[in-house]
């Protein structure tokens, strides 16, 4: 359901990506890792137009994106056909759970009101979160914060969903329970990117692994291939650092 094809991203003289090429089936789970710098976040920012890549294919469902020149409607329509959850969460500070999940409903979706609570109560019960509607961010744990991007991301219904190091700002005994929730929501039939540090779940959830260093795809397989068999030196390297 999603292409890329060749796709290249400068800052500068910086190119932090370079030819990217992948391909993610409908409901597939991906998990991509590789070193600090390695272009992991700017790839999921170019899938949504978070960055605009200066060259390459993005083609997702039905639309196909020539980089160099797309239009303002094809960048719109890509970019409401996934959603991110950030390392930081991003949450708007000064909007409560409720209306942090609700904002891009009614907003971006124009969905009515009564509507958009109904459905972010919903969703909000699924991560745990129902208590806290009323509350602001700076009230809750970093594991709730993270918990309200999940809920604020799944909302919105997307085909693709984008997970950027999701747990890597959480204290270590917050880790889990956020896992857990993407795991279930890796149980969905929902086409999912993610990338982490967590090793472990990315063998456990993910369909693929993408290897990625200096702005190339070193490696990609199936997760056991990938980890127990890597076919890469640096690979290896990199997978050695976490056992
Ligand atoms: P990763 O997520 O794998 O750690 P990033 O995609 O964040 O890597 O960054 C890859 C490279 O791009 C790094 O050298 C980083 O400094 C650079 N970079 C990322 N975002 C920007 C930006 N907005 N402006 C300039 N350089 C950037
Ligand atoms: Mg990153």
């Not at 009564?114 to 979160?129: D, H, M, N």
């Not at 604020?152 to 857990?180: H, I, N, W």
């Not at 063998?203 to 490696?219: A, H, L, P, R, T």
């Amino acid at each position: 359901m999603l292409t890329i094809k060749n796709l290249v991203k400068r800052f500068g003289d910086n190119e932090v990506l370079k030819d990217i090429t992948m391909d993610v089936g409908q409901g597939e789970v991906i998990a991509i890792i590789g070193p600090s710098g390695s272009g992991k976040s700017t790839l999921l920012r170019c899938i949504n137009y978070l960055e605009e890549p200066d060259s390459g294919y993005i083609n997702l469902e039905e639309l196909s994106i020539d980089t160099t020149r797309a239009n303002k409607k094809d960048i719109d329509r890509l970019t409401r056909k996934s959603s991110m959850v950030f390392q930081h969460y991003n949450l708007f500070k000064n909007k409560t759970v409720l209306e942090n999940v609700t904002e891009g409903l009614i907003v971006t979706r124009k969905m009515k009101k009564k509507e958009a609570v109904e459905k972010a109560r919903g969703i909000l019960e699924k991560v745990g979160l129902l208590a806290q509607l009323k509350q602001y961010p700076a009230t809750l744990s970093g594991g709730q914060q993270q918990r309200v991007g999940i809920a604020r991301a799944l909302a919105m219904d997307t085909p693709l969903l984008l997970f950027d190091e999701p747990t890597s700002a959480l204290d270590p005994e917050l880790v889990k329970g956020v896992l857990d929730i993407i795991k279930s929501i890796t149980e969905l039939n929902q086409t999912m990117i993610i990338v982490t540090h967590e090793m472990n779940f990315a063998k456990e959830v993910s369909d693929k692994v993408i290897f990625m260093e200096d702005g190339y795809i070193v490696e990609e397989g199936p997760p056991k291939e990938v980890f127990d068999h890597p076919k890469h030196r640096r690979t290896a390297q990199f997978i050695h650092q976490f056992d």
